[in-house]
């Protein structure tokens, strides 16, 4: 159930988190994983994303964008890597960034953060529902986000035999750390 006017504000701080805060690369982690063949998780991560949070007065979530870029995409094992920036996966030649936009934030009534997300990835967009909870570090904001997509449904769906080999959920877990 979406409850969208009663709760918390994102962080509580005594001086005001309103305005526009940028995703700070540096400190931001992207992080996927996939199963395969129902054995074991591979698990990856993006290192090339730009992005930015505005919060209301009141330290509420109002809109978040991000964008990938997709020749970033790393399981610390090449030949791996290389066949996800294939046009069987990513296609990072026709395709070089992932987009993500929200604008739809509610809190759960576990009084988690969750958001409704557009992810665009190749000629794919589809909704997300994503679930965060924040850090609060000095200078900064923190938030955890976790959520999981059928990789299909974005329009990831390699030949055979990887189709088979791959799980079809990715589950997607990322810190991403915002400054002024």
């Keep these: 159930m979406k409850n969208t006017e009663e709760h918390t504000p994102l962080i509580a701080r005594e001086t005001s988190v309103a305005g526009l805060w940028e ?3 540096d400190r931001s ?5 996939v199963r395969k063949m129902g054995m074991y998780t591979v698990k990856g991560r993006f290192r090339t994303a730009v992005g ?7 330290g509420k979530p109002l809109a978040a964008h991000m964008t990938i870029e997709t020749v970033s995409v790393t399981t610390r094992m090449p030949p791996r890597d290389l066949h996800l ?3 069987h996966f990513l296609a990072v030649k026709s395709h070089p960034t992932i987009r993500v936009q929200a604008d739809t934030f509610w809190y759960d009534d576990h009084g988690g953060l969750c958001a409704d997300v557009l992810v665009a990835i190749k000629d794919q967009t589809r909704r997300v529902k994503l679930r965060a909870h924040a850090h ?6 923190a938030l955890h986000v976790r959520g999981t997509v059928d990789r299909r449904e974005l329009g990831i769906d390699p030949p055979a035999p990887f189709r088979w080999i791959i799980g079809g959920e990715i589950e997607l877990d990322a810190l991403l750390v915002f400054v002024r």
């Design 23 to 25: 995703l700070d690369p």
């Design 29 to 33: 982690t992207i992080g996927f994983g």
């Design 52 to 58: 930015e949070l505005r919060l209301s007065d009141e």
């Design 85 to 87: 920036r294939s046009a």
């Design 136 to 141: 609060d570090e000095p200078g900064s904001l």
